[in-house]
């Protein structure tokens, strides 16, 4: 049988850095379905400590997907904090930046506000996504100041000037104020 199957077992008795490269090891070598599968097993046991490997290791083939996993981990009030462990505008930070629309806005606007104002066009971009999303109003000022702004940003559909979406997200408060 292949010393793969007995890791498990020898994990205990490993330094470390040995577990934590087996871990990143196994998650790469498994067809992605499979990998997929075992990362949101991960999830659902709320293992934080292995997600973390796997989104924060040199050579992890899926850090975003476990840490959009890991996200999902979170409770409301912690969410903030999480996506304020990564770079902002990286792609482990978009990955967990786009679950905020999933949470109560009251624990999350001001964390989106602050990304907006400090922010570039990219981040602009998807704080305009997670509001648009939702109906939140929050960001119309900023959006207004982009609605001109030809910066490309990257987005699922390739490419697109960020007065796109901030043209997209002044639209949809226009026609609210309309209809009041």
Same mark, same amino acid.
């Given at each position: 049988?292949?010393?793969?199957?007995?890791?498990?077992?020898?994990?205990?008795?490993? @330094?470390?850095?040995?577990?934590?490269?087996?871990?990143?090891?196994? =998650?790469?070598?498994?067809?992605? =379905?499979?990998?997929?599968?075992?990362?949101?097993?991960? @999830?659902?046991?709320?293992?934080?400590?292995?997600?973390?490997?796997?989104?924060?290791?040199?050579?992890? &083939?899926?850090?975003?997907?476990?840490?959009?996993?890991?996200?999902? #981990?979170?409770?409301? &009030?912690?969410?903030?904090?999480? =996506?304020?462990?990564? /770079? !902002? @505008?990286?792609?482990?930070?978009?990955?967990?930046?786009? #679950?905020?629309? *999933?949470?109560?806005?009251?624990?999350?606007?001001?964390?989106? &506000?602050? !990304?907006? /104002? #400090?922010?570039?066009?990219? #981040?602009?971009?998807?704080?305009?996504?997670?509001?648009?999303? /939702?109906?939140?109003?929050?960001?119309?000022?900023?959006?207004?100041?982009?609605?001109?702004?030809?910066?490309?940003?990257?987005?699922?559909?390739?490419?697109?000037?960020?007065? !796109?979406?901030?043209?997209?997200?002044?639209?949809?408060?226009?026609?609210? /104020? *309309?209809?009041?």
């Amino acid at each position: 049988m292949p010393l793969i199957y007995y890791l498990p077992l020898l994990l205990p008795f490993l @330094g470390q850095e040995v577990r934590d490269a087996v871990i990143i090891q196994h =998650c790469n070598s498994l067809p992605r =379905c499979e990998a997929i599968h075992y990362i949101l097993t991960l @999830g659902t046991r709320e293992n934080r400590s292995v997600l973390r490997k796997l989104y924060s290791a040199e050579g992890s &083939e899926r850090p975003v997907y476990a840490a959009l996993v890991a996200a999902s #981990t979170f409770e409301d &009030e912690d969410i903030v904090q999480f =996506c304020r462990e990564f /770079k !902002v @505008g990286s792609a482990n930070w978009v990955s967990v930046f786009e #679950t905020l629309e *999933d949470r109560p806005k009251a624990k999350i606007i001001a964390y989106i &506000e602050e !990304v907006c /104002k #400090t922010g570039d066009a990219q #981040t602009r971009y998807h704080c305009y996504r997670v509001c648009l999303a /939702k109906s939140w109003g929050d960001l119309i000022k900023y959006a207004r100041a982009d609605h001109d702004n030809a910066t490309i940003v990257e987005s699922v559909f390739g490419g697109v000037a960020l007065s !796109v979406e901030a043209g997209l997200y002044v639209e949809e408060f226009d026609k609210k /104020k *309309d209809k009041k």
